[in-house]
């Protein structure tokens, strides 16, 4: 069975910083892609980040870019979220996902449980 388990969400005053996890298992892990999505009240759920664990390259919606930072660690089975400069619209319950590299939740194959991040002004 595949899982994904979410780990580090809280609350931050704006400027803050957390680093979320997502412990991987039931799949190859080094053979797919992982993501991060987040999705606000009454707003679709969107990626923000992707990494491929075939060949180490990341990828960052230009919202996130420069703040945030992805990271694997692939005997852990496990990648990270790291989240500088947080502001309020950062708000959201963020996901971990497994399949291709897309802000589009339609292709993900997997998800994670989620956890809520709350960035305060």
């Known amino acids: 069975e595949v899982q994904l388990v979410e780990s580090g969400g809280g609350l931050v005053q704006a400027g803050g910083s957390l680093r979320l996890s997502c412990a991987a298992s039931?799949?190859?892990?080094?053979?797919?892609?992982i993501g991060w999505f987040r999705q606000a009240p009454g707003k679709e759920r969107k990626g923000v980040s992707c990494i491929s664990n075939i060949n180490g390259r990341t990828y960052y919606t230009d919202a996130v870019k420069g703040r945030f930072t992805m990271s694997s660690d692939n005997a852990k089975k496990t990648v990270y979220l790291q989240m500088n400069s947080l502001k309020p619209e950062d708000t959201a319950v963020y996901y971990c996902?497994?399949?291709?590299?897309?802000?589009?939740?339609?292709?993900?194959?997997?998800w994670g449980q989620g956890t809520q991040v709350t960035v305060s002004s």
């Open positions: 039931g799949f190859s892990f080094d053979d797919y892609a």
């Open positions: 996902a497994v399949g291709p590299c897309t802000v589009l939740a339609d292709y993900v194959d997997y």
